[in-house]
T-cell receptor
Framework: QKEVEQNSGPLSVPEGAIASLNCTYS??????FFWYRQYSGKSPELIMS????GDKEDGRFTAQLNKASQYVSLLIRDSQPSDSATYLC????????????FGTGTRLLVSP | GAVVSQHPSRVICKSGTSVKIECRSL??????MFWYRQFPKQSLMLMAT?????????EQGVEKDKFLINHASLTLSTLTVTSAHPEDSSFYIC???????????FGPGTRLTVL
C-alpha cells in the first residue's frame, strides 16, 4: 500500500525562524510531489510542486526532493504567524488519473 | 489562474433529503476532478475520481449509489449526496487537474450538516 508519512506535530517555531517540514513516501516510482497548506476549516491550497531531485525555491518557500531516499521536505524561511497551518505532503499515484496520496499533515505553529 | 469554485459553501438539510454540490474550474479545462471528504481533525479522504464524459471511479468503501457524481463538461462536476443522514455531515472538497496543469487545485469546500 502506497504511503506518505509526516510527523503530525505540532512543530512550534518563533517568528522569523526557519520551519522545516519533512515527508517520506513508499512508492519509489512516484514522479510528482506537492506541498499544500490547509488553514483550520478551509480547503487545501497548493504551495509548491517539485518533480526533480534538488531544491526548488519560491519566495520564502523551498521544496527539497531526494528520490533515492524517498524524502521530500519544505522549508519556510522568516516564518510568520500567518504561516500557522497544517501542511500536507502529497505524492502522485501512478494510475494515469493523477490521483494523489496525502500524508496526514504536520501542524505548524509560529509564535510572535 | 487555476481557480476552482464550489457551490454551495454551506448547506444544512433534513435527514432523508438529497443535496447537490457543484464544482467548477473557472479558468481551465479540468479533464479530471476529484471529490474528497474531511471529518473534523482528520485527513482528506478521496471519495472518487471523475473524468469528463466517463463514469466516476469510486474508492473502496464509498457507496456509488449514495454519492452520485456527474462530470458532464470540462468545467463542471457535481456530487449529489442522496438520502443524506447525520453521519454524512462533513466537509466536502473538490479538486481539479488538467488543462496543462499537473497539479490538483482545490475548491473552497462545502460544509454539509444533516439534521
Amino acid at each position: 500500500q502506497k504511503e506518505v508519512e509526516q510527523n503530525s506535530g505540532p512543530l512550534s517555531v518563533p517568528e522569523g525562524a526557519i520551519a522545516s517540514l519533512n515527508c517520506t513516501y513508499s512508492d519509489r516510482g512516484s514522479q510528482s510531489f506537492f506541498w499544500y497548506r490547509q488553514y483550520s476549516g478551509k480547503s487545501p491550497e497548493l504551495i509548491m510542486s517539485i518533480y526533480s531531485n534538488g531544491d526548488k525555491e519560491d519566495g520564502r518557500f523551498t521544496a527539497q526532493l531526494n528520490k533515492a531516499s524517498q524524502y521530500v521536505s519544505l522549508l519556510i524561511r522568516d516564518s510568520q504567524p500567518s504561516d500557522s497551518a497544517t501542511y500536507l505532503c502529497a505524492v502522485n499515484e501512478r494510475t494515469g488519473f493523477q490521483k494523489l496520496v496525502f500524508g496526514t499533515g504536520t501542524r505548524l505553529l509560529v509564535s510572535p | 489562474g487555476a481557480v476552482v469554485s464550489q457551490h454551495p459553501s454551506r448547506v444544512i438539510c433534513k435527514s432523508g433529503t438529497s443535496v447537490k454540490i457543484e464544482c467548477r474550474s473557472l479558468d481551465f479545462q479540468a479533464t479530471t476532478m476529484f471529490w474528497y471528504r474531511q471529518f473534523p481533525k482528520q485527513s482528506l479522504m478521496l471519495m472518487a475520481t471523475s473524468n469528463e464524459g466517463s463514469k466516476a471511479t469510486y474508492e473502496q468503501g464509498v457507496e456509488k449509489d449514495k454519492f452520485l457524481i456527474n462530470h458532464a463538461s470540462l468545467t463542471l462536476s457535481t456530487l449529489t449526496v442522496t438520502s443524506a443522514h447525520p453521519e454524512d455531515s462533513s466537509f466536502y472538497i473538490c479538486s481539479a487537474s488538467g488543462g496543462g496543469y499537473n497539479e490538483q487545485f482545490f475548491g473552497p469546500g462545502t460544509r454539509l450538516t444533516v439534521l
